[in-house]
């Protein structure tokens, strides 16, 4: 199959309707956070540090797009939750690194727990073959977007 041009109406919809998508997986998840003493925000922290590991206060703060006192709020208070801990920096003892705790790990997997169980109740309701062509169209974007990423 060639490459063929896709036109800016459908990316448009393509990238509509993904970004529902999105909000709505994402708000099932959160729905786990009623639960717990944390805020969207914390949240947000959290998936960083589960995501991508340890992490410094300021590259935290550059990774969510958020001021360095915003973030030392968001840490401390985590920190008092006990879903991320502060250590020293080995290579530069005058930095912390902020890495999550056991605690924060597993509220941010009971969150995916319950965006799997989301989806998978949605997906229930779409054919084996659908579901099929589904897993490979996404396939084939991630494949391309990570062919672009790795190019720039």
Do not use: C, H, W
């Not at 939750?81 to 890495?99: K, V």
């Not at 597993?106 to 319950?114: A, G, N």
């Amino acid at each position: 199959m060639s490459r063929g041009e896709v036109r800016k109406e459908d990316a448009a919809t393509l990238e509509k309707n993904l970004r529902i998508i999105s909000t709505r997986i994402r708000r099932e998840g959160r729905k786990v956070l009623r639960d717990f003493p944390i805020t969207p925000a914390q949240f947000d922290v959290l998936q960083t540090l589960f995501f991508q590991g340890e992490k410094r206060m300021s590259d935290i703060s550059r990774n969510l797009g958020i001021t360095k006192s915003t973030t030392t709020g968001l840490v401390k208070r985590l920190i008092d939750a006990g879903f991320i801990e502060r250590r020293r920096s080995e290579r530069d003892r005058r930095s912390f690194i902020i890495d999550i705790s056991s605690s924060g790990k597993s509220l941010i997997e009971k969150v995916i727990d319950r965006r799997v169980e989301y989806l998978r109740s949605v997906m229930t309701e779409i054919s084996t073959e659908q579901v099929i062509s589904l897993e490979q169209i996404v396939s084939l974007l991630l494949e391309v977007m990570d062919s672009k990423k790795t190019a720039e």
